[in-house]
């Protein structure tokens, strides 16, 4: 099937409107919102992308294809700059809105971190897709360096999924994983097998099954814009519409093992059950950034606020 004709970036889109100085920009997986963008911030963006200032990661435009060795696959997480009051809002209580936002980095550490151990595996290259324009620095010390960064565009939470999967294929990309940032506990084997599906032959769509009903990666070897049509998003219905979407274009999907998303109270307790409890091994691995931030908490001032026996 075929995609849309290419639509500039929104930071593209914002620098010919200058006369006005302020700019707005416009859940799976889930990142967005609107936030003010400065236009000194635009045009820091405006000159990573010519190359004219050193950014710690190089942030992609996507009508400019970039040389990416072999049948690359982008292993993308869609995040939201962690910034107090703005992310994991959900969790406060039991968290404050900075340690929400603290927590919100250890995250996005852990599963960069996972991703990064299948792309040295695998001919993949982690990527952060990303949101509000303007907070790039928030991801030096984040990210591994040799992540990519691109702007997420699009309103709706189905178009900014749709947009990143084209965006990631016109830069180059033979193919696509969509993950989210609110599952630290995915192992690195979990994105390595994704890759690994789709290298094989013949088209199909990989999806990383939540337990909440969503899913926490789907893969993709062309641009299917039906798979994230008339999707209740942030329901229970979203892995079985996405089934059903699949169904209906006839693709092929391919399950991962299932993992889970940390949003509210009852999740939160079920992370610390995973990463502290007596039976878990402390050089696991899994999730360090975030193991080693709850455990900070817990130290401080007992398990009683953010994991009660």
Excluded at 71 to 98: I, Q, S
Excluded at 144 to 152: G, H, K, T, V, Y
Excluded at 171 to 199: K, M, R, W, Y
Aim: contains cysteine.
């Amino acid at each position: 099937m075929g995609t849309a004709s290419p639509i500039k970036p929104e930071y593209f889109q914002l620098t010919r409107s200058r006369v006005s100085s302020r700019h707005s920009h416009g859940k799976m997986l889930g990142s967005g919102g609107k936030g003010a963008i400065n236009t000194r911030s635009v045009k820091k963006v405006e000159l990573q992308l010519a190359g004219w200032m050193k950014a710690v990661h190089r942030v992609l435009d996507p009508n400019r294809p970039v040389d990416i060795d072999g049948d690359a696959c982008a292993l993308a997480v869609m995040t939201k700059a962690p910034r107090a009051g703005e992310v994991k809002t959900r969790l406060v209580p039991p968290l404050t809105h900075d340690e929400a936002a603290q927590l919100n980095s250890s995250f996005l550490s852990d599963v960069a971190a996972a991703i990064s151990a299948a792309a040295t595996e695998r001919i993949a290259r982690g990527v952060a897709v990303y949101t509000p324009l303007g907070t790039e620095a928030a991801y030096e010390n984040i990210l591994p360096e040799e992540f990519f960064l691109i702007a997420q565009r699009g309103h709706n939470f189905g178009d900014r999924l749709i947009f990143a999967a084209e965006d990631l294929f016109m830069v180059g990309f033979t193919s696509v994983c969509l993950i989210n940032s609110d599952s630290p506990t995915v192992p690195a084997e979990n994105f390595s097998q994704a890759v690994e599906l789709l290298h094989l032959p013949g088209d199909c769509i990989v999806l990383g099954p939540s337990d909440d009903g969503g899913y926490y990666l789907i893969g993709l070897k062309k641009l299917h814009r039906e798979i994230f049509e008339r999707i209740d998003w942030s329901t229970e219905r979203v892995l079985n519409q996405t089934l059903q979407r699949a169904t209906e274009i006839g693709v092929e999907v391919k399950l991962l093992p299932a993992g889970y998303d940390v949003d509210d109270r009852a999740t939160l307790e079920r992370l610390c059950s995973e990463l502290l409890g007596e039976h878990t091994s402390r050089d696991c691995g899994i999730a360090a950034n975030t193991r080693k931030f709850l455990a900070e908490i817990i130290m401080r001032e007992g398990r009683g606020r953010i994991w009660p026996a």
